[in-house]
Every structure is written in C-alpha cells, then in structure tokens.
C-alpha cells in the first residue's frame, strides 16, 4: 500500500467515526428557544438597568427572576426601589435595539424607523425600520430622531412648526427643556437629561415611554463619544490573513468650529458587510497627488472590523471622509470613495445622520444634499 | 422576528432546520456536549438579534458555524482550557483502516476516533472536524477559523500525525 492510499484509507476511517459520532448526538434540546429567551432576558435587564443608578443591581437580578418566574407585566411602572417593586418593559415583538447619539444610549423598538429632531428641519419619520426611505402614504409604528437631518438645508419657514404627533418617537439630543408636556388625546412628551443629552420620548403608551426612559445611559458600544480630531485609519493585518467577523460603525460630525467630533450614530454589522468592505477598498483606485489627508471638520465614519471575537483579536480601521470624499485603508493610503465603498455600511439609521456626498451615486442611500 | 419579509427565512423556521445539524457540528468541535449547547446556544443569540441582517446579507449557517468553531478556538487560545477526556487508544481492537460493516464494528470505530479527537488542541480539532466532517477546503477553515490556510494545513497535518501516533498506526 502506498503512502498516498495508507493516507486516504485513514481519512476514511476517520470520516466514519465522525459521521457515527454525529449520529449520537441528542439533537432535541431546545437551544434555539434558550436563545430567543436569553435574548429577552438581556433586553428586558438593560431597559431596567438604566433607571435609578443606585437602584440598577437590585433591578437586573430582580428583573431576571421577574421574567423567569412570569412576572405581571402590566404592574403601575415607577421608581425601583425594592425587590417586589421592580418595573418591567413591556414585551413587543421583536423586541428592541440599542441607539446611540453622543454620550447616550437608548433602547427603542426594532419596528421604530429613523427621521429628523428639533431643531433640524424635517421632523418625522424618514427611514423604515430596515433603513429603506419612506415613501408617501407609508407609516412605521415609531421613529428615532436627531437633530441632523436635512438641517444643512432647512427653511427657515419649517423650523418650530411642529405638527401634532400620530407617531410615537424618540429624539436624542432635541432642543428642548427637561419636563413633561401633554400633546392631548393621552399622548404625552416627556425630557429629561441623560450623561448630559437630552433624551425625549413622546407617544400615547405610559408604559413604554417610562421602560424607553428608564433605559436611558451612558454610551457603551466600543465607539468613542467624543473625539478631539477626525478619527484614523489602523490596524495590522495583511492582506490575505484577515478575514473580518464583524464592522463596527462609528459615524461622527463635527461642531461648527471642528473643535471636536461627536459620536452620531454607532452599529456592529456581520461579516458579509465587512468583508464586502475590505474588497471594496482594495478594488478602489488609490488617490492620486489629491489629498484630503488632514483635513477638518465636515462628517467622518470609522469602520472597526474584527476578525473572530476574541478580545485581542485583529483588527483594521478605515475612515471614511465624507467631505473630500475619500477612504483611508489601515495603513493611510487614501482611495476614491465609491457606491461600493459606502453601500456596505450606508444601512439603517445611518442613512438618517450622514450626508451623501454629491460625487458618489448612493440611490436610497445617507442624506441626499439637494442643491 | 417571526415575520417573512421577500423570501427570507424567519429565524424560528430557520433554526427550525437547521439547529440538529448545528449541535452534531458543535458536539464534534468541542468534544463535550455541554460546552457544545452552550456554544451554539451563544451563536444564535447573536444571530437573532440581528438576524434580518444575518439572513439578508450572508449565509446564516456559515455565520453561526463560524461563531461556534471561533468560540470554541478562542477558548483554547486564552488558555480556558476546559476538562477533556484523555486519549488513552493504544491497543484497540478497532482497526483504523478497515471498513466496518456491522454496527458494534461502528460504533468502535466511533469511540476511537472520539478518544483520539480528545488528545487534540482546540484549534487542531476543530480543523479537522471542518475538513473530515463538514468536508471544507483549506480556504473555507481558515476564514471559519479566522487563521491563514498554511495554518489549517500545520493544523490538520499535526493532528493526523498526532492520531495515528495515538492508534499506533504510524
């Protein structure tokens, strides 16, 4: 027997004894619906965790046991002070997701669309729930605002015309004062001022807007709040080595001087979106003796992608400037900003924070300047 | 969550079909069936609370799979070493290169090689789950893994010459 069939007779072996070990595999247990509750459990811990600061640990294991043991979920919502006076946030389906906006962070329903906040122009409801435009007529059961949309080119007709709401909302950072007002009709607008931004939450269900306050607290999602200059482009794998299992998008803007950037929007995405990133740098051409290295102010996106989940594992940074417009790879070479480039990352709410520079064609796509 | 939007499927239907095939691929990469629950357990939470996004832009079995055998070879490269069997196959009677035919031969065949798979490191075993069970080739281990393809080749090579030595076969 050669070396080569010795070889292949193992391989043999070996594929039998695996392909029998699997068959002895108990394939009946229930992890996929452990999943979805563990899942529920989290979300239902953090809108909790975020209430009154010194009642918070005593509100996460109680809010655990509370779910565990069918707790009443219509229970008055109010202050958690003790052990059977614990609030809980009202289940919906689907549950619901992290926002970021400067130093805070809140929870929202995943149905919840994003749109526009006092003082930008455009209030309401912009983008669906999967970050698609909204068209005349669609609705979406709730929205995320901040003050950036379309604000470059507000009339000064629109601002402080308010329409009466028929969709509950969240804005983050509104101009608006701490305080509870009535809209009438049982919808109620309450502010109130978390890690120094102020977050506001109208609608006409108590409950919710209590659990979406509550959930309120400082940002956490691995994206700087604040930065001092726009951010840079690292990392040190080769190419060939790296392959990405997630993106990590910071999008940021700077204030009127460029005296510092703040943090907009922030989103973990897959690895197919990292991965069609990575390639699309690579395939787009390098700029030439054109340079916007240095520059300030204007709006940027930082695009952290990983590779695995271990806390050390590699990793490489693109930044994304959206005024010159430009791409910079982890090791500062700056590309041509494409559709292919941005497409990647340009999804969900972060087609509500940043604008589309004119250069690239991003149908549906970040905030369209009009001219 | 529960709904179809164009074609993609919900996460309960998905999971639905596909988590028996998850927790066999779980159980031979970790080799013990409560690291192997927890592992795919950990996967798919992660999965559903993105999994519109997971189910749009990529294959969410290759997305889960990944996280598990990531999970599993993170473990071993922090040095959490979990307990394992020790490998203890000298003198079996099962013959490493013959074909079984009865299902007692079968299922000594499966013990040796179960024996033989716990004398490996994570990573190793995990290599050659993915090429002998799952049938991938060097580039798709490596992107799983998260490691360059000569590193599935040392992997896998290591680990051959590691069970046969195991089987006194070499």
Not at chain 1, 106 to 117: I, N, Q, T
Not at chain 1, 213 to 218: D, E, F, G, Y
Not at chain 2, 73 to 96: C, F
Request: glycine residues 8%; negative net charge; contains cysteine.
């Amino acid at each position: 027997m050669t070396e080569q069939q010795d070889e292949q007779r193992f391989a043999e072996f070996l594929r039998d004894g695996l392909r029998q070990l699997s068959t002895e595999v108990d394939v009946t247990v229930p992890v996929a619906e452990r999943a979805r509750a563990a899942v529920v459990r989290r979300r239902r811990r953090s809108l909790l965790a975020a209430g009154a600061a010194t009642a918070a640990v005593v509100a996460l294991v109680v809010a655990a046991l509370a779910v565990t043991h069918g707790a009443d979920r219509s229970r008055p919502l109010g202050p958690a002070t003790t052990a059977t006076d614990v609030p809980t946030a009202p289940e919906i389906p689907g549950g619901y997701r992290l926002e970021s906006w400067h130093s805070v962070e809140v929870y929202v329903p995943v149905s919840w669309g994003w749109g526009g906040a006092p003082p930008a122009c455009g209030v309401g409801p912009r983008l669906g729930s999967d970050g698609h435009r909204l068209v005349s007529g669609e609705t979406v059961p709730g929205y995320v605002g901040r003050p950036v949309a379309q604000v470059r080119h507000c009339s000064q007709r629109s601002q402080g015309t308010q329409p009466t709401p028929t969709t509950p909302y969240v804005w983050l950072g509104a101009s608006l004062a701490p305080g509870r007002v009535d809209l009438g009709g049982g919808w109620v607008q309450e502010t109130r001022m978390v890690a120094g931004v102020t977050v506001t939450v109208a609608g006409d269900d108590a409950d919710l807007r209590a659990a979406i306050l509550r959930s309120a607290h400082p940002t956490s999602t691995g994206c700087d709040t604040r930065l001092a200059a726009p951010p840079t482009p690292g990392g040190s794998a080769e190419d060939g080595t790296f392959a990405p299992g997630s993106m990590l998008v910071c999008a940021y803007a700077a204030d009127e001087s460029a005296a510092h950037y703040d943090l907009l929007y922030a989103e973990s995405l897959p690895a197919g979106a990292a991965k069609e990133l990575a390639d699309a740098v690579v395939a787009a051409k390098p700029l030439g003796e054109f340079s916007c290295y240095g520059a300030r102010g204007g709006e940027w996106a930082l695009l952290h992608l990983t590779q695995g989940w271990a806390p050390d594992a590699a990793f490489r940074d693109y930044v994304v400037d959206l005024s010159c417009p430009s791409i910079a790879a982890p090791d500062g070479t700056q590309h041509e900003l494409t559709t292919a480039d941005v497409l990647p990352w340009a999804v969900d709410g972060v087609n509500a924070v940043l604008h589309a520079p004119p250069q690239v064609a991003l149908p549906g796509r970040l905030i369209a300047l009009t001219r | 969550m529960g709904e179809r939007v164009s074609g993609v499927p919900t996460f309960e239907a998905w999971t639905a079909a596909r988590v028996p095939a998850l927790l066999r691929f779980a159980v031979l990469v970790t080799g013990s069936r409560a690291e192997a629950e927890d592992a795919v357990q950990a996967a798919l939470e992660r999965a559903y609370v993105r999994w519109d996004r997971v189910a749009r832009t990529e294959d969410p079995d290759a997305y889960v799979r990944r996280m598990i055998a990531n999970a599993h070879v993170s473990l071993w490269r922090r040095g959490r070493r979990r307990e394992v069997p020790v490998a203890e196959v000298r003198g079996s009677e099962a013959d490493p290169t013959g074909a079984a035919s009865d299902p007692m031969e079968a299922s000594d065949r499966a013990d040796v090689v179960r024996r033989s798979l716990a004398g490996l490191s994570r990573a190793q075993r995990a290599a050659v789950v993915l090429r002998f069970y799952e049938e991938r080739d060097d580039a798709e281990i490596a992107a799983l893994l998260g490691c360059a393809e000569a590193t599935v080749r040392s992997h896998v090579h290591r680990a051959l010459v590691a069970m046969r030595k195991e089987l006194g076969d070499d």
